[in-house]
């Protein structure tokens, strides 16, 4: 089908609709900027109507039996799977993943899916010892209400599938905003739950542009919590928002990820995890490594080592499975990430790789040499950058590597097992791996970070926690 004919619809009480006023948004294809398609473009009519919806079939699915809600996930993953190719295609050409990473992004949805299936049959209280002679006490937990769900363009079938079925298997029901760079993915995936046999208005989608109808939704009195993931400006405002509503959140925001690379580490199995770090999906993740710290006596070895794997990153065919670097996603990042080279050579760095432009994907870049007065140095850039610094002692590289304001994901290479755990305690993040590359998620882990990286922690548990509420009920024997 030619998807530039078609003008998607928002999913609200298990219908297909058009915006109220009738407004679109054109989406377009990151690798040339060609149309991909048009989607309707979500007014505070629509978002309120998606609410209502949700909020009236809230109380019906709230007492949906774990079975039921079981059984309606993971329906959907067997749907998924009939349907990955259409996926897989999206994951192509409306956010320009390249196939490695578009199955990668698959393999884990289906995942999150089936793991949110298990957790139906896992929200659970306890009994509790009372002071009271004859009194039996005890917690329950219960689904909060309406959850909204804000997902970004990056890896939108993991956010969408973690989020979504976690707050669907508690008993929650939701209304997502996806990005406007991603509403494709978003449909087709309500789609795939309609076709699950999700019961109506459990599953509601408004697309549109966040910056216009994104408080609406999160400001709604009837939204009892909200989960985002964005940029760290974004995700303020949010929570200035839901302070003011006293509403629960879970905020994944921006990172500037360190890595440290010690003189004993084996590059050999370091490197190819290296450049995993920063260069899948063209640097546009939030967990990416933008900063290396390495010791001086393999300081030069690797730099170098960097450099060949870097200059030999596949730039082809998205659907080639040896192509890595995608197109960067909108002209405005990648503006961001030419200003960023450009600061950084007129300041004195050194492009020890890459910095130019092949169409729309910035080559996988080096930097060497960076100083504070750089906006590198302390801004996120996301894109296929990334710093190289000397450390003279693993002291140093914890003391530059806890230098930000940022605290999401870690790395340490190392064989010393006491410098690797001392490392990992005391870094100040929300992930650390050891001898691993900073991308890494599953779908039970508490994924999540400090400070301006974000609040809260998304996962199985973590969700469960966060998007039920306990109470306390006591009986008189």
Same mark, same amino acid.
């Given at each position: 089908?030619?998807?530039?004919?078609?003008?998607?619809?928002?999913?609200?009480?298990?219908?297909?609709?058009?915006?109220?006023?009738?407004?679109?948004?054109?989406?377009?294809?990151?690798?040339?900027?060609?149309?991909?398609?048009?989607?309707?473009?979500?007014?505070?009519?629509?978002?309120?109507?998606?609410?209502?919806?949700?909020?009236?079939?809230?109380?019906?699915?709230?007492?949906?039996?774990?079975?039921?809600?079981?059984?309606?996930?993971?329906?959907?993953?067997?749907?998924?799977?009939?349907?990955?190719?259409?996926?897989?295609?999206?994951?192509?050409?409306?956010?320009?993943?390249?196939?490695?990473?578009?199955?990668?992004?698959?393999?884990?949805?289906?995942?999150?899916?089936?793991?949110?299936?298990?957790?139906?049959?896992?929200?659970?209280?306890?009994?509790?010892?009372?002071?009271?002679?004859?009194?039996?006490?005890?917690?329950?937990?219960?689904?909060?209400?309406?959850?909204?769900?804000?997902?970004?363009?990056?890896?939108?079938?993991?956010?969408?599938?973690?989020?979504?079925?976690?707050?669907?298997?508690?008993?929650?029901?939701?209304?997502?905003?996806?990005?406007?760079?991603?509403?494709?993915?978003?449909?087709?995936?309500?789609?795939?739950?309609?076709?699950?046999?999700?019961?109506?208005?459990?599953? *509601?989608?408004?697309?549109?542009?966040?910056?216009?109808?994104?408080?609406?939704?999160?400001?709604?009195?009837?939204?009892?919590?909200?989960?985002?993931?964005?940029?760290?400006?974004?995700?303020?405002?949010?929570?200035?928002?839901?302070?003011?509503?006293?509403?629960?959140?879970?905020?994944?925001?921006?990172?500037?990820?360190?890595?440290?690379?010690?003189?004993?580490?084996?590059?050999?199995?370091?490197?190819?995890?290296?450049?995993?770090?920063?260069?899948?999906?063209?640097?546009?993740?939030?967990?990416?490594?933008?900063?290396?710290?390495?010791?001086?006596?393999?300081?030069?070895?690797?730099?170098?080592?960097?450099?060949?794997?870097?200059?030999?990153?596949?730039?082809?065919?998205?659907?080639?499975?040896?192509?890595?670097?995608?197109?960067?996603?909108?002209?405005?990042?990648?503006?961001?990430?030419?200003?960023?080279?450009?600061?950084?050579?007129?300041?004195?760095?050194?492009?020890?790789?890459?910095?130019?432009?092949?169409?729309?994907?910035?080559?996988?870049?080096?930097?060497?040499?960076?100083?504070?007065?750089?906006?590198?140095?302390?801004?996120?850039?996301?894109?296929?950058?990334?710093?190289?610094?000397?450390?003279?002692?693993?002291?140093?590289?914890?003391?530059?590597?806890?230098?930000?304001?940022?605290?999401?994901?870690?790395?340490?290479?190392?064989?010393?097992?006491?410098?690797?755990?001392?490392?990992?305690? *005391?870094?100040?993040?929300?992930?650390?791996?050891?001898?691993?590359?900073?991308?890494?998620?599953?779908?039970?882990?508490?994924?999540?970070?400090?400070?301006?990286?974000?609040?809260?922690?998304?996962?199985?548990?973590?969700?469960?926690?966060?998007?039920?509420?306990?109470?306390?009920?006591?009986?008189?024997?």
């Amino acid at each position: 089908m030619d998807t530039t004919t078609k003008t998607l619809q928002h999913y609200i009480g298990g219908n297909w609709v058009h915006a109220k006023d009738g407004a679109t948004l054109d989406v377009f294809n990151p690798l040339d900027d060609s149309l991909y398609l048009r989607a309707a473009k979500g007014s505070r009519q629509d978002v309120q109507s998606a609410v209502a919806e949700a909020k009236t079939a809230f109380a019906d699915y709230r007492e949906t039996l774990p079975k039921e809600r079981e059984r309606w996930l993971l329906r959907i993953a067997e749907i998924m799977e009939e349907r990955k190719a259409e996926l897989l295609d999206c994951l192509i050409d409306e956010i320009g993943s390249p196939i490695q990473k578009a199955m990668f992004e698959f393999e884990k949805g289906l995942t999150m899916i089936r793991a949110a299936a298990g957790l139906c049959r896992n929200v659970r209280g306890e009994t509790i010892p009372s002071d009271a002679p004859g009194k039996f006490s005890m917690s329950v937990r219960e689904p909060l209400g309406v959850v909204a769900v804000i997902t970004p363009f990056n890896v939108p079938l993991i956010k969408t599938t973690r989020l979504v079925a976690n707050a669907l298997a508690v008993g929650n029901t939701v209304v997502h905003l996806p990005s406007e760079m991603a509403p494709h993915l978003t449909l087709l995936f309500a789609q795939i739950v309609a076709d699950a046999g999700m019961p109506a208005g459990v599953y *509601n989608v408004v697309t549109g542009y966040g910056h216009e109808i994104g408080d609406d939704l999160t400001s709604h009195k009837d939204v009892k919590f909200v989960t985002f993931t964005g940029s760290t400006v974004v995700g303020q405002h949010i929570s200035e928002i839901c302070a003011k509503n006293k509403t629960p959140n879970t905020l994944e925001l921006g990172g500037k990820s360190p890595t440290v690379v010690l003189a004993d580490a084996d590059l050999d199995k370091a490197m190819p995890l290296a450049a995993r770090s920063i260069f899948m999906f063209g640097g546009q993740a939030c967990i990416g490594t933008s900063r290396f710290y390495v010791e001086r006596p393999i300081y030069d070895e690797f730099v170098k080592r960097f450099a060949m794997i870097a200059s030999k990153i596949g730039m082809g065919d998205l659907r080639d499975p040896n192509t890595v670097i995608a197109p960067i996603i909108s002209d405005r990042q990648r503006q961001r990430i030419k200003d960023h080279i450009e600061d950084a050579k007129a300041k004195g760095a050194t492009v020890v790789t890459g910095g130019e432009w092949d169409g729309n994907r910035c080559q996988p870049t080096l930097l060497t040499d960076v100083s504070e007065d750089m906006t590198v140095c302390r801004t996120e850039t996301f894109g296929p950058v990334t710093s190289i610094y000397p450390i003279d002692s693993y002291e140093q590289g914890l003391a530059m590597a806890n230098d930000t304001e940022y605290g999401l994901s870690s790395a340490i290479f190392t064989k010393n097992i006491d410098t690797a755990f001392h490392f990992a305690r *005391n870094i100040n993040a929300g992930m650390c791996h050891i001898n691993g590359p900073t991308i890494h998620d599953e779908a039970h882990v508490p994924f999540g970070g400090n400070g301006e990286s974000g609040v809260g922690r998304e996962g199985t548990d973590a969700d469960m926690e966060a998007m039920t509420e306990l109470k306390w009920i006591t009986v008189q024997l």
